[in-house]
């Protein structure tokens, strides 16, 4: 089955900076890659998506890049803000449905 | 728009007793996923149902865990004899219907069931 890996798993920088957080997958048939952040107490919402036929996406202050030769794909967050920390997860699927989860990156912004 | 909902938020249960997770998804949404956090790690795919159907339990224990999503009502995740290794964080999500391709998933706020 797919297998993800996600680094780092925390990340502490100042307000203002960038953040950059790299996941990696296993199966070559997984096209569809979710950045999901959780608050403490919630649940995960959904903040950036990507497909395979893309290779870079980006909404705002957030981007996502995929390189399917390597299988790997980043989450970019520029100008961070205080309200920007939280715990982050990447996730691969495929063509169905079944999300494979990375174990999550805690980050931190500092003002 | 409501969101997913799920409830109750926080379950409390002793050893051997049953919980009953409720998720009702979003509106115009027939797909339901349930899926487990433990403590520190990622969410962990457990089962993806349709309406009247279950389409792939594979991520579920074989014994004491099932899952039902009713023509009418709520999706139910239902534990029998609980154990303290139960606890953890669990999470509904839906997507409308598809097409064809994977469609995205929306999550609820999740059900922390503890286990004394």
């Known amino acids: 089955g797919e297998n993800v890996e996600q680094h780092p798993s925390t990340l502490s920088v100042q307000e203002g900076d960038s953040a950059v957080i790299k996941c990696t997958y296993s199966d070559s048939a997984s096209n569809y890659f979710p950045w999901y952040k959780q608050e403490l107490g919630k649940g995960p919402q959904l903040i950036i998506d990507i497909r395979s036929n893309v290779g870079e996406k980006k909404d705002q202050r957030i981007a996502v890049t995929l390189n399917k030769t390597a299988k790997h794909f980043s989450l970019h967050i520029t100008e961070t803000q205080p309200e920007d920390s939280a715990v982050y997860f990447c996730?691969?699927?495929?063509?169905?449905?079944?999300?494979?989860f990375g174990k999550g990156t805690l980050l931190t912004v500092n003002p | 728009n409501a969101g997913v909902m799920q409830n109750p938020r926080h379950l409390v249960r002793r050893r051997g007793q049953e919980a009953r997770l409720r998720c009702s998804p979003m509106k115009g949404h027939s797909h339901v996923y349930w899926y487990r956090q433990l403590p520190e790690e990622g969410l962990k795919f457990m089962v993806y149902l349709q309406k009247e159907n279950i389409i792939d339990e594979s991520g579920m224990p074989k014994e004491r865990f099932s899952a039902e999503f009713p023509k009418e009502g709520p999706s139910i995740l239902r534990i029998q004899q609980v154990v303290r290794g139960d606890s953890a964080a669990y999470f509904c999500a839906s997507s409308p219907r598809t097409s064809g391709g994977k469609e995205t998933q929306y999550f609820g706020p999740g059900t922390r069931l503890l286990v004394l």
């Open positions: 996730a691969a699927g495929d063509s169905n449905y079944k999300l494979t």
